[in-house]
Every structure is written in structure tokens, then in C-alpha cells.
């Protein structure tokens, strides 16, 4: 049961802002939005996450709709360093797995 | 600061033969979990631990014990590994207290093949 839906693969020129967006139509009220990335061979690392209100933190920003149902995950400047997997995921507050799918492959050029 | 330590980052195994594998946080975080990774898909949990003293099955518990040992230290233990346990194993915690919603944080992993 797939609760988000992101492109497969983008490509992202360096220092440029990289935009992944993520679909998330059947979002229910508690249930909060996080991105991860997964740097190749290393663990999940932590990105952003938020319910409504947009989020910003040193690594990116998170912008949710105002109806919740999509949102953008906003990379500033993107660096070699950033290409990655990042994976969209929708959880509840009593929830205590996180169902990763099969995310976004992006890739950083020169 | 360490954060979530996975050992051994390696190991090869036997069909058959019996293996620990350990996990310890230095945050101070009450939840801990155990996640494997197969080849092109996305994590599945195992088994987790909401709190110390208690363990819960995850999505994929089949084949697996746990123990939360103490607040910090988690293990994942394989009693009898089988082919099919060939995966990429990742502990993770979160801080499950008093602020709901709190993101997981994930170890390295331990790579884990079983012949």
C-alpha cells in the first residue's frame, strides 16, 4: 500500500537548487511527512520532516500544499555529495515503522 | 558523537550457524529498531523496541530474536541463518518520549551473507 509517490531518477546541476517533489494524496490528519536519503553503502540519513507548515533546517527546506497532499523537498545548493536515493514517507504518530519505497536516484553534475 | 553503532560491518555466514548482531545508541533515545535491506527494495522492519524492556515484531520477524539488553545496546539474533537472511542489516532509534514524531536514526548497517 503505497502512501507516496516520487520520480524514479533526476538529474541536478551543481550549486543549483535541486526540487524532488513527492505525492501523497491519501495523507490522513496526524500523519506527518519525512525525507530521508541514502547515500550508497552508508544508513538512511535523517533530511526534514513536518505536518503542514513548511520546515527548514540546515540541509533543506520541506514546502507541504495546503491540502497536504504533495510536497517539495529543496536541496539550496546541490553538491557531488548530495547525489543520493531520497526516499518520501508518510507517518502516523503511533506508527513506529518507516515504509520506505523505492524513492528518487538523484544525481549531481558537474 | 557516535550516534547509532552497528558491529560487525561484515560478516559471512554458514546455513545453519547462529549469529549476534549488535547495536548501540548514544542519544539517549528510548525506541530502537532493526530494519534489513534486500537488493533494490526498500527497508522492512524486523522487529522494534518502544521502550527498554519491551520488544515487538515488525513487518519480517520470521527467523529472528532481539533483546533489548539495556537502554542503549539492542541486538538481532539469528538463530539459524538461512540463505534467504542474505541482507543488509540497519539499527536505527528515535527519541519516543514526551515530543511525538521524532525522526529515526539509522546506523551504517551490517552486511550479512549467508552461504
Known amino acids: 500500500d503505497a502512501k507516496t509517490t516520487q520520480p524514479p531518477s533526476m538529474d541536478c546541476a551543481e550549486g543549483r537548487a535541486a526540487n524532488l517533489p513527492c505525492n501523497h494524496s491519501?495523507?490522513?490528519?496526524?500523519?506527518?511527512v519525512y525525507w530521508y536519503r541514502q547515500i550508497h553503502s552508508q544508513g538512511p540519513q535523517y533530511i526534514i520532516h513536518?505536518?503542514?507548515n513548511n520546515e527548514t533546517n540546515e540541509m533543506a527546506s520541506l514546502i507541504i500544499t495546503e491540502d497536504r497532499k504533495s510536497s517539495t523537498l529543496i536541496l539550496p545548493h546541490a553538491t557531488l555529495r548530495d547525489t543520493a536515493v531520497y526516499y518520501c514517507i508518510v507517518r502516523g504518530s503511533n506508527d513506529y515503522k518507516l515504509s520506505f519505497g523505492a524513492g528518487t536516484t538523484v544525481t549531481v553534475r558537474a | 558523537n557516535a550516534g547509532v553503532t552497528q558491529t560487525p560491518k561484515f560478516q559471512v555466514l554458514k546455513t545453519g550457524q547462529s549469529m549476534t548482531l549488535q547495536c548501540a545508541q548514544d542519544?539517549?533515545?528510548?525506541?530502537m529498531y532493526w530494519y534489513r535491506q534486500d537488493p533494490g527494495m526498500g527497508l522492512r522492519l524486523i522487529y522494534y523496541s518502544a521502550s527498554e524492556g519491551t520488544t515487538d515484531k515488525g513487518e519480517v520477524p520470521n527467523g529472528y530474536n532481539v533483546s533489548r539488553l539495556n537502554k542503549r545496546e539492542f541486538s538481532l539474533r539469528l538463530e539459524s541463518a538461512a540463505p534467504s537472511q542474505t541482507s543488509v542489516y540497519f539499527c536505527?532509534?528515535?527519541?519516543?518520549?514526551?515530543?511525538?514524531?521524532?525522526?529515526?536514526?539509522f546506523g551504517d548497517g551490517t552486511r550479512l551473507s549467508i552461504l
Open positions: 536505527a532509534s528515535s527519541d519516543t518520549g514526551i515530543r511525538p514524531n521524532q525522526p529515526q536514526h
Open positions: 542519544m539517549n533515545h528510548n525506541s
Open positions: 513536518g505536518l503542514k
Open positions: 491519501t495523507i490522513s490528519g496526524n500523519e506527518y
